[in-house]
Structure formats: C-alpha cells, structure tokens
C-alpha cells in the first residue's frame, strides 16, 4: 500500500485536489471516495486507506477546491447543491479524473453523508459504476432517478436514528429506487444516528455519534457487495 | 465436520427430532436453526451445514414432530401459533435442547420463514442469545415486546418484494423493537420476494423466488454479526 499522493484535477475552472492511495499489487477496482460536508477529513482517509488494504484503489474526491472552516462548509455544500447540473458536473469530474487513473479497473463509488448523497446523485445520472454506497447519506434528491437510469447496485448503510433522515425519506427512497427499477439493499441499524462510521466526530453535536458495529458491520457489508459485483461484470 | 445426528428430545408429551451438526474443532458456538413451514427441509439442512463449515455446532428445531406433506403445514403451524403460549413453549424446547448438547457454548438462533418468526418470538421472549437472525421471516406479532425484555441483538433480513411482509409490518417492527429498547439490524433487498435463501423453491409459486446476492450478503452479515456479538460478550 502507497502513501497518500495528491492529484491536481478539475471541474471547469475551478482547480480540485483529489487524495489516491494505491493497494500492494494489481487493484482489484478503483472506488471513487466522496468525504463528508467538510470535504477531506482524517475519518475519510481512514475509509480510503482501507480500500487499499482490501486491494482497492482509492481516490477521494474535492467537492469545493479549498477546506472549509467550520460551519462555513454549510454554506459551500448548499450552493454546490443549488443547481443540479454543477453539483452533478462537480461529482462527475471526479470519475473522470478517476477513470484516467485507472481506465482499465472496474469502478464504483461509496460516500459518507453528503458524499453518500453524492454517490446516489451519480447513480441517478446513469454513471457506469458496479456498486454505489452511501454510509449515513442523505437520501432525498430534487432529480429523482427516471426509469432505467440507474446503472449501478445500491447499497445504504443507514442509522434509524438519523434526524437528518426520517423514516419517511427512507421510504420515499425505497419508492424512487423501485419506479427506477433499480437494484438496492438498504441496511437500517436501530438506534444509530448520523456519522456513525467516524469515531471522532465533532463535540457538542447530538445528531452524530460513532457506532461500532454499524461501522464495522456496514463496511463488511460493502466489501461483500463490491466484490460479487465486480465478480458479476 | 460431522455427518447430521438425530437428536430425540420432547415438548410436553410431544415426541421431537432435531438435526444436530458439528464443526471440526471445538464449537466457536451453537446455533439453533428453525426451519420454514416445511420443517426441515435440504434448503435447511445445507444452512445448518454451512454453520458448522463456518466453525459453529447448529442444530435444527423440529416444529410438529412430523414431516408435513403439503399444505396441511399451513393448517399446522396456525394450530402452533394460535396460543403464544404453546408456541414460545415449543421454541424454548429446542434452546432447552441445545443448552444441554453444547452448556459450554454461547448461543444464537436463526431461522427461515416460519422459523425467522420463531426466533424473533423467542427474542421477545427475552431468550438469552447473542444474536437472533429471520431471514425472509414474518415480522408480526400478536405479543410485542415489553420493554428491555430482548437481550439478544436483531437482524432480519428481508426481501422488500415479500408479499407477506408488506412495508406496514417493516415499520411496526421498527416500532416495536425501539419501543423494546431492543438493538436491531434490518437489511432490506428491493425487489426481492419471500423464501430468498432457497435455490429450489417450490415450483408454480410467485410468493417466493431465491435471490443469489440477498442469499449471499444476508448470509454474510449473519456470520459477520454472530462473531461481532461472540467476541463481545
């Protein structure tokens, strides 16, 4: 396994910076890994370098070219957002920079929080990945999915407890992914609220807390899924 | 790993045969596995012997005493049902059972259709297990739980496209087990119908269909589940 290299890409003008580590050997895949609102954290490394320790590549995408500060990542997020053609070209720029790393790796795409929200709105655009997987994502989209655009499996490892995630999101959810005639599994963990794969999360906040088994039980589950869909192409 | 060994055991007056399995090896646990409607069944019987290709002693619950040939199994499992009384009584027959085969061993139950409800009425009977699983198992209940009186962690695995397990129930259940207090993981396969772990349903049936990805990941986050909650306790 590599160190962390640095790979200048970009949407436009706007200059991204995206994090790859290589596995030992041959990458079985390469996953893009789409950080959370505050854009590249040591928790989301932590996620990146375990893909390489299961023979991944893995690229961790820019979702604005700068780190936020604070609550400031707010703001940033919800202009991204605000027009679903930039936030889309902004998650795309991210697969092409990763397909010209790795154009002969089969590719898929995990997230956590607005990343996992991020790798759903890639799903919905019909992008050509083998799995998608949102950890604690949010799961409503302005842009529900159209008939058989959805290209890619689904997984969501969800927290039921998650205030930004009510029930009847996830049944909303389950709804779009069926008129879409998708693929998805849909792992709910009772009790567990958002952000519950990073074990540092930010003091003083009642809608995150880590949970250990749903982070453990959630990544196995997505090594599972990722390695008989890449089996399966 | 042994051959299956036939187990006579009684509840009440009534006259059982379990199938017991064992792992090469000293047990890494003993698992009760209820079976669907049919009894037992080879479906069953290969789950059982993939526990014990897993490390785990499993030892399969007889529900009637006898084999039913067709249909009258619905008439029978309604007679078992109809009284939770005799119904809970049966089920703690089989963990009393195995609690004498293997007194050393922690203890966890799974179960298949009928036998997923079974594990999830034992769970609300307050069994002492680390984990119950009900794969493509009913989910309602004619006695919910009290609160805090699950000790063993859930998981249910269940086909989203199940005619017998419509969404309402999914929700109820929700309901219940945090009303209950109880720890809980619910995996959801969109498009997925009942009896999902069986490659050779029933023919003429559109209830159920075997699914390989539901079959392989929910047997996959079962194992992963059962030695999370065994190292823990």
Redesign the interface.
């Known amino acids: 396994m590599s160190e962390f290299e640095t790979v200048p890409y970009s949407d436009g003008d706007l200059a991204l910076t995206g994090h790859l580590i290589r596995p030992t050997g041959e990458p079985r895949g390469a996953i893009a890994v789409f950080p959370t609102i505050m854009n590249v954290t040591p928790a989301v490394e932590a996620k990146a370098r375990a893909l390489a320790e299961a023979g991944y590549l893995a690229f961790i995408a820019d979702f604005y070219g700068r780190t936020p500060e604070g609550p400031i990542a707010f703001e940033w997020a919800d202009a991204l957002r605000a027009d679903v053609g930039i936030w889309r070209a902004r998650l795309r720029a991210t697969l092409d920079t990763l397909d010209g790393l790795a154009p002969d790796s089969p590719k898929a795409a995990i997230g956590f929080c607005m990343g996992g929200q991020a790798v759903l709105e890639l799903a919905r655009d019909g992008a050509d990945l083998a799995i998608v997987a949102s950890f604690h994502g949010l799961l409503d989209t302005q842009t529900p999915a159209e008939r058989d655009a959805i290209k890619a499996r689904?997984l969501v490892c969800h927290g039921?407890a998650d205030p930004l995630v009510p029930?009847d999101h996830v049944?909303e959810f389950?709804q779009e992914?069926?008129r879409a005639g998708?693929?998805?599994?849909?792992?709910?963990?009772?009790?567990v609220k958002h952000g519950f794969t990073n074990p540092s999360p930010p003091p003083g906040n009642d809608v995150v807390a880590w949970d250990r088994?749903?982070d453990?039980?959630s990544w196995?589950?997505m090594l599972?899924?990722l390695e008989?869909s890449l089996e399966d192409r």
Chains 1, 2 share one sequence.
């Not at 998708?182 to 009790?191: K, L, N, S, V």
């Open positions: 689904i039921d029930r049944l389950w992914m069926d998708a693929d998805w599994h849909f792992h709910a963990y009772g009790g088994s749903a453990r039980q196995a589950a599972g899924l008989e």
